[in-house]
């Protein structure tokens, strides 16, 4: 994708949750969705896919639960793929469950056939999950009569790194990595480069303005906004207390820049005017959301 490219030529760790111009052809996401209660909860299935092909949706199955499906699945152009969602709230009794991989299937339009599978997903319904400090009381028997080697081999490893540092290259170090880039200035360097362009269409342009945007309010809200829906974003931004007034229209006019290139019949006369004014939308919401660097007071003399 163009806002990869570019994004990830800025640097920054804010920029590796851009997916890849080379992404395959399908991916799954499968999580929890909300909070566990008791007796059940809610997983979110999504399956990222190239809508040149079609794409089946799996089912979770488990033994024990339940799984019903939380009304109609959504599909919603996210960058140059579609993204299919589907909630699904499951019950049963009290215990620890194993959700295992669920696979989505692709079928290109050259018969082409390409798989994608999750990673289990554990889940525990009315029952507190084990701590790591209720397994440090049960020790093995071979590890009791172990222990006198554990100990002399310890304190060796210790005497040998002890050496190891002692006579350590002095003048091999090198310098210190240097710090992230922060989010705020990935997301406008990167917007800058594509508004200034000339090769990209309105429509392209306004489409790597929404997947950067994504982007950065996952990098600095610690929310999913790259793998949600417009609406999911939008509905989150909205439950925000602290977030200053206008800013979720702002966010709106930004995710939906590509349907207003389509569709709108009032937006400005000129290309340039209209991608003015998201630049401004983007300029007062990264303002309103930046990261604050808290700095140390210079030492007073005495």
């Not at 006198?148 to 002095?170: D, H, I, T, Y």
């Not at 925000?240 to 966010?251: C, D, F, K, S, W």
Request: proline letters at 10%; aromatic letters at 6%.
């Amino acid at each position: 994708m163009i806002v990869a490219v570019l994004l990830l030529a800025c640097g920054g760790d804010s920029a590796r949750s851009i997916p890849s111009g080379t992404a395959p052809p399908v991916e799954i996401r499968v999580g929890l969705d909300g909070e566990i209660r008791s007796g059940g909860g809610a997983v979110r299935v999504q399956v990222a896919y190239d809508p040149s092909g079609q794409v089946s949706l799996p089912e979770p199955k488990v033994d024990g639960l339940t799984f019903t499906a939380d009304g109609p699945p959504t599909t919603e152009r996210v960058g140059d793929r579609d993204v299919l969602t589907q909630r699904y709230v499951f019950s049963g009794a009290s215990g620890s469950y194993e959700l295992p991989p669920l696979t989505a299937a692709w079928h290109g339009p050259d018969g082409k056939d390409e798989e994608a599978s999750s990673p289990s997903l554990f889940v525990d319904v009315g029952v507190e999950p084990p701590r790591e400090g209720d397994l440090a009381d049960i020790v093995e028997p071979d590890r009791i009569r172990r222990w006198p080697w554990l100990v002399f081999g310890a304190v060796g490893a210790a005497f040998a790194a002890g050496l190891l540092f002692a006579f350590r290259p002095r003048d091999r170090r090198g310098p210190p990595p240097p710090p992230p880039v922060p989010p705020d200035r990935v997301a406008l360097e990167a917007w800058e480069r594509v508004r200034a362009d000339a090769s990209l269409s309105v429509e392209e342009k306004a489409t790597a303005l929404a997947e950067l945007f994504r982007v950065y309010v996952e990098a600095v809200l610690g929310f999913e906004a790259t793998a949600r829906t417009t609406r999911e974003i939008l509905d989150h931004l909205g439950s925000l207390t602290h977030l200053p007034e206008g800013n979720v229209q702002r966010a709106k006019r930004i995710l939906r820049a590509v349907d207003l290139v389509r569709f709108a019949e009032d937006r400005p006369r000129t290309p340039d005017e209209w991608l003015a004014d998201l630049d401004a939308d983007l300029r007062a919401f990264v303002d309103a959301t930046r990261p604050v660097s808290i700095q140390r007071p210079p030492a007073v003399k005495r």
